[in-house]
């Protein structure tokens, strides 16, 4: 699937986020937000979706909001990953 197929059955699901979610993408495309990996990859599993589609940072929901969904839906930080340093660099 990919992170518009993913947020879109989000939606069929009943999650409360996923219209912010699809909103944030769409401003990811346009250009009013940065979007920090290709739209149409195959993505697995929900987190990553809600990982790669728009830095979080720069929504109105904010960096721990879309940190906590992540986290709900099975997003974990690796020891020594890329996602982890990013984190590490917001926190400090």
Do not use: C, V
Request: glycine share 8%; net charge negative; hydrophobic share 35%.
């Amino acid at each position: 699937m990919t992170i518009t197929e993913h947020f879109e059955q989000a939606k069929k699901d009943g999650h409360e986020w996923a219209d912010a979610a699809i909103s944030n993408m769409e401003k990811a495309r346009s250009g009013e937000y940065e979007w920090p990996q290709e739209q149409n990859d195959e993505i697995i599993h929900l987190s990553d979706a809600i990982f790669r589609a728009f830095k979080w940072e720069m929504t109105w929901q904010g960096y721990d909001f879309w940190e906590k969904i992540w986290i709900e839906q099975g997003g974990r930080f690796h020891p020594d990953g890329p996602g982890n340093r990013y984190w590490k660099e917001l926190r400090d």
